[in-house]
């Protein structure tokens, strides 16, 4: 069920009073059918109660505050358009807010219109928000909009088929664990989804599209990221990894972002199947980030496979197994075995440290001499990512289709 749309504006025809009174004196654990209308103020939910829409029914907060507060464990609120919130991020002002007593609430089917956050979770376990359509203001300055769904100290939380956009980052969790996020879709944000001092958190079938980044891991550890489609995040990059250790990325797919991977101060890291294809840069390596395991990935069509920055080369392959790059070209065996695969070189270097080098250095046969002199001479070769045993044929054997039926 997709969620009401909310109206242009708010003409109540009941009071919030009245509503406040009609779930006051309901039993706890009775379900409360709201009649179509529009009920303007703040509402509190104080019991477990099932509170559903019947027809479309807009909640407003007048533009003040939070609009609805849910204050008791096991509250259910579904169907609802909600609006009007006021635009104190200080105040944390939301369209709902889950309070910490709040085990167990779920919210589902609801179109939500903050003008500052969406739903805000405050501490309660086990919550569930479900198909959700949360839209921001788009001509709202970027740093003046909240987030769409905030999970803050929260466990056991399922975040899962919601459509976010035009808010600041689409989910942000901070100081939590063993949350879900799944089939969620997020575009025209900052983050896509943003974490902060986080663990063995789930984040796996969202598609991101226009955001500056798609999944952003900082103070990260022990955490799933998979089957994800990212695309088109310009500033930064689709998946990043910062502080982030022991983490897991697996079946991605990244396509025509500016940078697929970040990893910055990411250790102990694996990724394993991705699909990182027509990017600016594959995968952005700091000198630090070492030792991960990334092996089994396809790299096709980036403008350059691996940006690293760092004063040695590193090696990505685990045993026998690497990836595989499309600008490897082995040319034969080297003691019976293909020679390693180095994902950048020293015109590499100057490049990105002076990008308009790019269109001078073009075609120019000097450069191709160079190159064959750094292959040739290992006193001349940069620091470099290092493949060992780099791939002949793509590890998703099926990737042209994948891009194909996965566009957002």
């Known amino acids: 069920?997709?969620?009401?749309?909310?109206?242009?504006?708010?003409?109540?025809?009941?009071?919030?009073?009245?509503?406040?009174?009609?779930?006051?004196?309901?039993?706890?654990?009775?379900?409360?059918?709201?009649?179509?209308?529009?009920?303007?103020?703040?509402?509190?939910?104080r019991h477990p109660v099932t509170l559903v829409a019947t027809g479309p029914v807009v909640l407003d907060g007048g533009n003040r505050g939070t609009v609805v507060t849910l204050a008791a464990p096991h509250i259910i609120l579904k169907g609802f358009v909600i609006m009007g919130t006021g635009d104190d991020?200080?105040?944390?002002?939301?369209?709902?807010?889950?309070?910490?007593?709040?085990?167990?609430?779920?919210?589902?089917?609801?179109?939500?219109?903050?003008?500052?956050?969406?739903?805000?979770?405050?501490?309660?376990?086990?919550?569930?928000?479900?198909?959700?359509?949360?839209?921001?203001?788009?001509r709202e300055y970027l740093e003046r909009r909240g987030y769409g769904i905030e999970l803050w100290n929260t466990i056991n939380a399922l975040v899962e088929g919601n459509r976010i956009s035009q808010t600041l980052d689409g989910v942000y969790v901070i100081a939590s664990a063993y949350n879900k996020v799944y089939g969620n879709r997020l575009w025209a944000l900052r983050y896509g989804i943003h974490d902060m001092s986080v663990s063995h958190d789930v984040y796996t079938g969202n598609r991101i599209s226009r955001c500056w980044a798609g999944i952003a891991l900082m103070t990260a550890r022990w955490m799933t990221i998979a089957s994800n489609y990212i695309t088109r995040t310009g500033f930064e990059s689709a998946i990043l990894f910062r502080d982030a250790y022991y983490n897991r990325a697996y079946d991605n797919v990244l396509v025509n972002n500016s940078?697929?991977?970040?990893?910055?101060?990411?250790?102990?890291?694996?990724?394993?199947?991705?699909?990182?294809?027509?990017?600016?840069?594959?995968?952005?390596?700091?000198?630090?980030?070492?030792?991960?395991?990334?092996?089994?990935?396809t790299f096709?069509?980036?403008?350059?496979?691996?940006e690293y920055l760092g004063t040695h080369s590193i090696v990505w392959t685990q045993g026998k197994t690497g990836n595989y790059w499309s600008g490897y070209a082995p040319g034969g065996l080297v003691d019976g075995t293909r020679p390693p695969y180095r994902a950048s070189n020293a015109i590499d270097r100057i490049e990105w440290r002076y990008p308009m080098t790019a269109w001078v250095l073009a075609d120019n046969p000097v450069l191709r001499v160079l190159q064959v002199m750094a292959e040739q001479f290992p006193a001349l070769q940069a620091p470099s990512v290092i493949d060992q045993h780099p791939l002949l044929t793509p590890a998703f054997p099926h990737w042209r289709r994948i891009l194909e039926h996965a566009r957002f």
């Not at 990724?271 to 990334?294: D, E, K, Q």
């Not at 096709?300 to 691996?306: K, R, S, T």
């Open 89 to 138: 991020k200080e105040a944390l002002d939301s369209g709902i807010m889950v309070e910490p007593q709040a085990r167990g609430a779920v919210v589902e089917d609801c179109h939500i219109r903050p003008r500052a956050f969406g739903i805000w979770v405050k501490g309660a376990r086990d919550v569930r928000i479900l198909h959700n359509a949360i839209t921001g203001f788009r």
């Open 300 to 306: 096709i069509g980036n403008a350059w496979p691996v």
């Open 1 to 45: 069920m997709l969620p009401v749309s909310p109206p242009a504006a708010c003409a109540p025809a009941r009071s919030m009073a009245w509503l406040q009174a009609r779930i006051a004196a309901a039993p706890p654990g009775s379900t409360v059918r709201v009649p179509a209308g529009c009920y303007q103020g703040n509402l509190w939910i």
């Open 259 to 297: 940078i697929g991977f970040i990893f910055y101060d990411a250790v102990y890291n694996r990724l394993t199947g991705n699909l990182i294809v027509n990017n600016r840069i594959g995968a952005h390596v700091w000198g630090g980030s070492y030792p991960n395991t990334v092996i089994r990935n």
